[in-house]
Structure formats: C-alpha cells, structure tokens
C-alpha cells in the first residue's frame, strides 16, 4: 500500500530551523521555541517546557522581515530528553500572512531543489 495514502497533512512540513515566540492561553507568560518543521497548515516546535495536547497557542515567527503572528492549538506532545516536541495545528492567520508563509515555503523547496 502507498504509504502517501495514509499522510494525514493536506501541506507538505519543510524543515525549518527557526526561533518563535509564543503564550498558552493556560500559562500567558510568553516562552521562546524553536521550529523544527512549518508548514501552511502548522508546526513542529521544540521547548524546555510541557504542553498540553489541545492547548490553543498564540504563536509569533519570524520570517526575516516579517513577523507572522497567528493561532493554533496543540495536536500532540512527544518528551525528547529533556525538552517537548509538540505538534502545532494553525487555527487562524491573515490572508496577507498566510501568502507571506506560502512565499517562504515556496522560496525553501524551490533552494532545496538546487544542486
């Protein structure tokens, strides 16, 4: 069986090292993560702190030289060691920042592909 069948994402995740900030909506103290993944449709992000899966984020990125805030909720949490890797779902983002995503994700595939 094609392994594609069973892909849950409707947006490719591009691995993309980049900081971010963010406040929970249970803890508003704003914390500092980092992606390891982004998409159109969300992130993986990497913190030293515990989050809850479901828990809506308020989350800011910076996309040199725009920030994108935007919401999302947490899909799943896996403990890495001693820091969290958390699934993140975007729930709501601007039409002007989600084509500013769109443009930067499209610019990373399109410098992968180079040789």
Known sequence: MDPAAHEK????????FRPLLYQSDIYPKTRMAFTKDLSLG???????SSLYTH?????WFSL??????????????????????AGIRFESMTDEDRTALS????????????P
Request: glycine fraction near 6%; hydrophobic fraction near 35%; charge should be positive.
């Open 9 to 16: 994402r409707a947006h490719p995740r591009i691995l993309v």
């Open 42 to 48: 969300g992130a993986r992000i990497e913190d030293a």
């Open 55 to 59: 828990e809506r984020l308020s989350l």
């Open 64 to 85: 040199q030289p725009r920030v994108i805030p935007c919401r999302g909720r947490v899909a799943h949490i896996q403990q890495v060691g001693e820091k969290f890797s």
């Open 103 to 114: 443009q930067y994700l499209s610019d990373l595939m399109e410098k992968n592909r180079q």
